[in-house]
T-cell receptor
Framework: DGGITQSPKYLFRKEGQNVTLSCEQN?????MYWYRQDPGQGLRLIYY???????QKGDIAEGYSVSREKKESFPLTVTSAQKNPTAFYLC????????????FGPGTRLTVT | GNSVTQMEGPVTLSEEAFLTINCTYT??????LFWYVQYPGEGLQLLLK?????DKGSNKGFEATYRKETTSFHLEKGSVQVSDSAVYFC????????????FGKGTKLTVNP
């Protein structure tokens, strides 16, 4: 059963702590993406990776970091430098260049207090 | 830069009513256009797409036509159901270059029985 898994579904952290969100796909997709969703603001791109060992900043990369050591995995670390980390985080993947569809995971809701 | 503007919600309709959600875009070149749907607590799913001018995307009774002259991609459905209640996102993808999607802010639809 192919798809994208994100874990956990809900995550709670104290301010000042780094936290890593997991994203795994078994679709054999080359490209992976991280989006942040806030109420009334749609989705904003944080980072994306079009191939293993390479990634680019999206529109709101400050306070976040990523790695892409394996094709299947694209973890996102929310660092203590991110001023407003509480949000719904969505991971997506696509087959790569010229593919039309991005497939989304179920999301992780992060709450930082 | 590229951008997507969609009508503000929320939209509340009775079952079997006609639905229109407006979407206009600004882009260099000729982007591909998409409608995604997000059910409560879930990730996004691709609803339909159109890759060139005058293309009509359709799925599950929803339709949208790529109108280059008005830079629009309005979503329509002739008779909505309670199960259509969700948030709908219009998005565009630049042709060539990166695989980034640019999203509108989303329109929440509630259909009452």
């Amino acid at each position: 059963d192919g798809g994208i898994t994100q874990s956990p579904k809900y995550l709670f952290r104290k301010e000042g702590q780094n936290v890593t969100l997991s994203c795994e796909q078994n679709l054999n997709h080359d490209a992976m993406y991280w989006y942040r969703q806030d109420p009334g603001q749609g989705l904003r791109l944080i980072y994306y990776s079009q191939i293993v060992n390479d990634f680019q900043k999206g529109d709101i990369a400050e306070g976040y970091s990523v790695s892409r050591e394996k094709k299947e995995s694209f973890p996102l670390t929310v660092t203590s430098a991110q001023k407003n980390p509480t949000a719904f985080y969505l991971c997506a993947s696509s087959a790569g260049r010229d593919s039309y569809e991005q497939y989304f995971g179920p999301g992780t809701r992060l709450t930082v207090t | 830069g590229n951008s997507v503007t969609q009508m503000e919600g929320p939209v509340t309709l009775s079952e079997e009513a006609f639905l229109t959600i407006n979407c206009t875009y600004t882009a260099t070149g000729y982007p591909s256009l998409f409608w995604y749907v997000q059910y409560p607590g879930e990730g996004l799913q691709l609803l339909l797409k159109a890759t060139k001018a005058d293309d009509k995307g359709s799925n599950k009774g929803f339709e949208a036509t790529y109108r280059k002259e008005t830079t629009s991609f309005h979503l329509e459905k002739g008779s909505v159901q309670v199960s259509d209640s969700a948030v709908y996102f219009c998005a565009l993808k630049e042709r060539g270059g990166s695989e980034k999607l640019v999203f509108g802010k989303g329109t929440k639809l509630t259909v009452n029985p």
